[in-house]
C-alpha cells in the first residue's frame, strides 16, 4: 500500500467521523426532546422495550464486517448515553455536594451549633462501663466548657469474646450524666431496631466505620429527626462515603456530621492510617460539617495531641478523642485513652493553638 493511498483512506475515515459525530449530536438533540417529553408524561425514561425494538430493526439491516456482538455493544452504548443525557444536572449532583447547597450545613446538638465555623471537641470514653466512670470524664470536660459527650453502649468488636458494651443500660447511664452536666450525648446505635429506642437517650446518633455501608441502618437513621455522626469505613473511598451520607440525606435528614477516622493502609506504626487530606475534600465537597477521630486512627496516646493539631490546622470542625479516669483498665481500646490529667493538658494546648490558628 502507498503512502498516498493510505493517507486517501484516513482522510476519509475523518470525514465520516465527522458524520457519524454530526448524526450522534443530532440524535442527542432528539433523545432530549423524548426526555422532555417522557417527564411530562411522567414515563419512565428507561424503555427496555423499546430498545429491543430498534436493535431488532438495526440488526435486520446489518450484514457486517462488524460482528453482531459488536453493534450491538455499541448500541447499547448509544442508549446508555442518550439515558444519561436525558437526566437533569439537577438529578446528577448529590444532595450533600456543595454544588446542591453551597452554604455549611449548621447541625443543632444541645446548645451548639457545629458547622459554624468554632472548632469543638468532642470527647468521652471508649465504652460506657459505669455510671461514676462517665460521670468523672463529664466533670473534667465540664471544666473546660466542653458539652460534647461521647461513650459506647454499643460496642462492634473485632472479636465476639471482647466486651460488646451494656446496652440500654448505657444508654440510660450517658443521659443521666449528660443531664446532670448539663451535656449532650453521642453515641453508637448499630442495628436499625434499636434506633426509635436510643431516641429517648441520645443527642447524636453516631454511625461507626464497621456500619458505614449497613443501608438498612442509614435508610433509618436518615429517617428519624436526630443529628447522626457518621463514620467513614476502614476501607472505604471518599466517594463511598459521601454516597452513604446521601443515604441519611436522601431520607430526609440533613443533620449529619462526617468523621474521618482513619483508613486501612498497608502501614503498621498506626493502628490506622489518618486521611488527613480527607477533610479539605470533604469540606469542598459536601456542605456538611468534618470531624477528625483522633483515637481511632492512630491508635496511640503520644500522637492524639500532633494529629489533634493538624485536624484543627486543616478546617476541622471538630476533634474526637477517648478519655477514660483509668484508662490502664478500660474494657476497650485501653492503650490509646487519654488519663484526666492527659485529658487536661490535651484540651489546654489545643485551646492556645488554636488561638494561635486565628
Ligand atoms: C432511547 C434512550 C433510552 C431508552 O431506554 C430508549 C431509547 C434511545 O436512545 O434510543 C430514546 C428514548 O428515550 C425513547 O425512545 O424512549
Ligand atoms: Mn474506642
Excluded at 469543638?120 to 470524664?137: K, L, N, W
Excluded at 473546660?144 to 446496652?167: I, N
Excluded at 436510643?198 to 443501608?215: C, H, K, S, T, W
Excluded at 477533610?279 to 492524639?304: F, Q
Aim: charged share 25%.
Amino acid at each position: 500500500m502507498s503512502s498516498q493511498h493510505l493517507s486517501n483512506l484516513r482522510d476519509r475515515i475523518d470525514q465520516i467521523n465527522l458524520q457519524i459525530l454530526e448524526l450522534l449530536n443530532e440524535r442527542g438533540k432528539i433523545v432530549q426532546e423524548i426526555g422532555e417529553e417522557k417527564k411530562k408524561q411522567g414515563t419512565n425514561r428507561f424503555d427496555p422495550v423499546r430498545e429491543r425494538e430498534s436493535l431488532d430493526l438495526i440488526l435486520k439491516y446489518h450484514d457486517g464486517p462488524y460482528e453482531v456482538s459488536t453493534i450491538k455493544h455499541i448500541f447499547k452504548e448509544i442508549f446508555k448515553a442518550s439515558l444519561e443525557l436525558q437526566e437533569t444536572d439537577y438529578e446528577k449532583t448529590l444532595l450533600v455536594s456543595r454544588k446542591a447547597h453551597p452554604e455549611n450545613t449548621i447541625v443543632k446538638v444541645g446548645t451548639e451549633t457545629i458547622g459554624d465555623g468554632v472548632q469543638r471537641f468532642i470527647m468521652g470514653p471508649c465504652a460506657v462501663e459505669s455510671y461514676e466512670q462517665v460521670r468523672q470524664v463529664a466533670l473534667a470536660m465540664k471544666e473546660h466548657g466542653l458539652t460534647l459527650l461521647r461513650g459506647g453502649a454499643y460496642k462492634p468488636r473485632t472479636s465476639p469474646y471482647d466486651f460488646q458494651g451494656l446496652g440500654v443500660e448505657g444508654l440510660k447511664i450517658l443521659r443521666e450524666v449528660a443531664d446532670e452536666v448539663g451535656m449532650s450525648v453521642v453515641t453508637e446505635i448499630v442495628t436499625p431496631q434499636d434506633v426509635e429506642q436510643a431516641l429517648e437517650y441520645v443527642d447524636v446518633i453516631q454511625v461507626g466505620a464497621r456500619n458505614m455501608q449497613n443501608f438498612e441502618l442509614l435508610k433509618t437513621v436518615g429517617s428519624v429527626k436526630k443529628p447522626v455522626l457518621l463514620k467513614r469505613g476502614l476501607s472505604a473511598t471518599i466517594s463511598e462515603f459521601i454516597n452513604a451520607a446521601e443515604y441519611i440525606i436522601s431520607r430526609g435528614n440533613n443533620q449529619i456530621i462526617l468523621c474521618e477516622r482513619g483508613i486501612r493502609t498497608y502501614e503498621k506504626a498506626t493502628r490506622n492510617t489518618l486521611d488527613i487530606s480527607a477533610v479539605p475534600i470533604l469540606k469542598k465537597e459536601t456542605h456538611l460539617p468534618v470531624a477528625v477521630d483522633v483515637t481511632h486512627s492512630t491508635g496511640r496516646r503520644d500522637l492524639l495531641l500532633p494529629t489533634a493539631k493538624a485536624a484543627l490546622a486543616i478546617g476541622a470542625d471538630l476533634v474526637m478523642a477517648e478519655v477514660h479516669p483509668d484508662p490502664a483498665v478500660a474494657l476497650s481500646d485501653s492503650l490509646q485513652q487519654m488519663d484526666i490529667p492527659q485529658f487536661n493538658e490535651f484540651i489546654n494546648e489545643l485551646e492556645s493553638f488554636k488561638a494561635k490558628l486565628v
